[in-house]
């Protein structure tokens, strides 16, 4: 275990995996076999190797999840396992996704209910497909066509396996499925595990949460019809290790889903430990007509044996690749201004403009206006579902101001919610079944609105003919698309009430179609997911939105918290992070530079009322966003090692390596100093230990004694010894560029 402040050179995991990678490639093994003589399937992602294989009852076994082990005749054929005749075999074997039914006691992968009242489910294997990196097993009921078909995907750049699982109804009548989860990942039996799991509240979001796992099931899960900010669906398990440890096994997972999802972590009487995920069973009901098939969402999951740093960092970078929108090519993102924070609902032509004069001179690259330009939005009571542009505030339209934003040299974004309609509204009273009820009862509001029913595909088809309506008649770059509160009354009257429980999955499914054809049709487009801060971030909607706004807390040592805790799970390339006026949230107010350099941990963004702003304030925020400019690609593509954290004392250190480690960027904060203590050096990680790195400031702190003198040191020097921060009093920041020089 290590400190935050002491560390070895470690080998970057971008050069293992592309050395075992190779490996793998030179023995000429493919990513996914089957070896017939053991009837077992063997999935190599890099340096994870994933087992499992077909016992003597035709069931689908788990055999192993885990660090690289090449050599297959290690692995047998597995066989059933049963410890009484009050714990069955069903229950003690680890079936790789099990039907309830023969005695299963634990999580099942499915539930169904046929129409004959038969409940009963007992999945064996039929048949298999491997093409490239993807394998399909399929599963058939014992005796009825209830079929459930396996996709697992191998990404052998990080390591991450992806499960789904699509469940076929070929028999001639309707079932129900009560519940449908994406897959059971199996750790190694035993126990002394930790969860580590993300929770939190409106303006309080992304805390990490760390438990002891014991026998019996934790839950995390959303039941709201949405992501969720009270959890988010990633988790990781380790053994034994260090806070923010760089060492150690770490299996970790996040589901792809944006609507009600469950992760259900067991521990079993055996001390299996079980990971099972997918669409939330509670309230779940979905009707499968004859030949009707339902995907579950993927779930993702990883191991690495270089703790949960390294467990985030494969995450950070399967994410740029594998899940944004634009994978690799995702580039960085521009700084952004938004007049939310400055005007609330009072915008209008000209206030805007005078805004984004000031934002363009401070060398913000988007502009955003975010909610009260449509319909008869002057406060939040009115206007939500009608997306015309409000002529009292906008006489011409947006084209005025779209075009001023353009010749400042920006792009021009704008908010939208369009899931929401307020009953003060046009399309409310003209539709006023298009929101999700139960009939005849009354409809729960929340900031006064309500929500569209999406899963009906008429007010799908409304929701997209408006926004391709205006991003096709405005030169739109981007798209917020906020979501201000969950569902109540999930109701859908207009269908038989066997189909209304549907609702749950096409709700979400008609919100993804709509992104996917609006960014089809408009190429260049870039969505925010926002709800009311981080409640939808997950990879599913990552699929399909270019970043997220993680929190409504803006203030800056809220923040830092916020942001810690963000990105175990998810990439600093998506996380937004503004800086604001003060006193903000706490009515606490910290320094400008203090606020700049936290949110430059992230995507920046300006969200202060400029016009309030001194000549001096404009003059260093202008230095700030040059100097975050010069480390962007660093911060939000590079390598990420979090030092010190903010909830364990008064210091807070993250320190950003770029993948060729030719720059590095070190962000440290102190609260308070107390008793006249000076900190002690901190300990950098991921730089070349043979290379020399020219230092220079991106404070504005005078470069004295104890400071960063000499202004070059080497890559080792920096890893062993550490380099000494010149932190005092309150609210102190700094910040520190390594950019890799001739000796
Ligand atoms: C909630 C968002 O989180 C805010 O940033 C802002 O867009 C408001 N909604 C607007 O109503």
Redesign the pocket.
């Known amino acids: 275990m290590k400190s935050a402040f002491s560390s070895a050179a470690r080998l970057s995991w971008g050069l293992i995996l592309v050395v075992l990678s190779s490996l793998t490639a030179a023995m000429g093994q493919a990513p996914i076999r089957f070896v017939k003589t053991s009837k077992i399937f063997i999935l190599d992602a890099g340096k994870v190797t994933y087992v499992f294989g077909i016992n003597e009852q035709n069931i689908l076994q788990h055999i192993y999840w885990g660090g690289h082990v090449g050599r297959e005749e290690d692995f047998r054929t597995p066989s059933t396992e049963e410890w009484s005749s009050f714990d069955l075999s069903s229950t003690t074997t680890p079936q790789e996704y099990p039907g309830w039914g023969a005695g299963l006691y634990v999580e099942p992968g499915v539930k169904v209910t046929f129409p004959d009242g038969n409940r009963d489910l007992v999945l064996h294997y039929v048949s298999h497909q491997i093409a490239g990196n993807t394998l399909t097993v399929t599963l058939k009921d014992v005796q009825r066509a209830l079929l459930a078909h396996l996709h697992y995907t191998v990404y052998p750049q990080t390591g991450i396996l992806r499960r789904e699982v699509t469940i076929e109804n070929r028999t001639d009548k309707a079932v129900v499925l009560e519940s449908a989860q994406s897959a059971a990942w199996y750790l190694p039996q035993g126990d002394g595990y930790r969860l580590r799991y993300l929770t939190g509240r409106w303006a309080g979001e992304w805390q990490l949460t760390e438990e002891p796992l014991h026998t019996g099931m934790k839950v995390l899960e959303s039941r709201r019809g949405s992501t969720s900010v009270q959890a988010n669906p990633w988790f990781a398990l380790d053994r034994d290790g260090n806070r923010d440890s760089e060492d150690g096994s770490v299996w970790f997972g996040a589901l792809g889903w944006s609507g009600s999802w469950r992760i259900s972590v067991e521990q079993t009487a055996q001390q299996q430990v079980r990971v099972t995920g997918g669409f939330n069973p509670f309230d779940f009901g979905y009707r499968l007509g004859a030949g009707e098939s339902l995907t579950t969402p993927p779930f993702y999951a990883g191991y690495t044996d270089g703790g949960i740093g390294e467990a985030s960092r494969i995450l950070h970078a399967f994410e740029r690749t594998e899940i944004l929108p634009r994978g690799s090519g995702s580039g960085t993102r521009p700084v952004l201004y ?1 007049s ?2 400055a005007t609330g ?1 009072k915008v209008d032509e000209a206030g805007q403009k005078a805004l984004a004069e000031k934002a363009a001179r401070m060398g913000v690259e988007r502009f955003v206006v ?3 330009w449509f319909g008869q939005r002057n406060d ?1 009571h009115a206007g939500l579902g009608d997306w015309n542009v409000n002529l009292q505030k906008f006489p011409n339209g947006l084209a005025p101001l779209i075009r001023h934003v353009k010749d400042l040299g920006m792009d021009f974004g704008l ?1 939208v ?1 369009p899931e929401m309609v307020n009953p003060d509204s046009n399309l409310y009273r003209q539709h006023p079944d298009w929101v999700m009820h139960f009939e005849g009862r009354p409809r729960t509001e929340a900031r006064n609105q309500l929500v569209l029913n999406l899963a009906r595909d008429d007010v799908r088809d409304y929701i997209f003919d408006s926004l391709d309506h205006l991003v096709t008649v405005n030169d739109i770059s981007f798209l ?1 698309w ?1 979501y ?1 509160r969950n569902f109540s009354e999930p109701g859908w009257p207009e269908v038989p009430p066997e189909q209304q429980k549907n609702l749950w999955v096409r709700y979400t499914q008609n919100l993804y179609d709509i992104l996917d054809e609006l960014r089809q049709k408009h190429p260049r487009l870039e969505i925010e997911s ?4 981080g409640g939808r971030v997950d990879l599913g909607i990552l699929r399909r939105a270019e970043q997220v ?1 993680p929190s ?1 807390n803006t203030e800056a040592l809220d923040r830092l918290t916020i942001q810690r805790g963000f990105t175990y799970a998810y990439t600093p390339h998506i996380m937004m992070s503004w800086v604001n006026d003060v006193p903000d949230f706490n009515r606490r107010s910290a320094p400008l530079q203090f606020r700049f350099l936290m949110a430059m941990q992230g995507s920046l963004g300006i969200g202060a009322d400029l016009n309030r702003w001194q000549p001096e304030d404009l003059a260093e925020a202008k230095r700030m966003i040059g100097h975050y400019k010069s480390i962007r690609d660093t911060v939000q593509n590079g390598l990420l090692y979090r030092l010190a954290s903010p909830g364990t004392g008064n210091v807070s250190a993250s320190e950003y390596v770029s993948e060729n480690k030719s720059q590095a960027v070190l962000f440290a904060f102190l609260h308070s100093q107390q008793f006249g203590r000076t900190l002690p050096a901190v300990v950098l990680q991921g730089l070349d230990g043979n290379a020399t790195y020219a230092l220079s400031r991106l404070d504005a702190k005078p470069n004295e004694k104890n400071s960063i003198l000499p202004l070059k040191l080497s890559g080792a020097y920096l890893m062993e010894h550490g380099l000494p921060l010149l932190l005092e009093g309150d609210y102190d920041s700094t910040a520190i560029k390594f950019d890799r020089t001739p000796p």
């Open positions: 938004n939310w924070y609902f975010d909610d009260g939040d908010w919610e917020k906020d201000n926002c709800a009311g801060g706004w409504d």
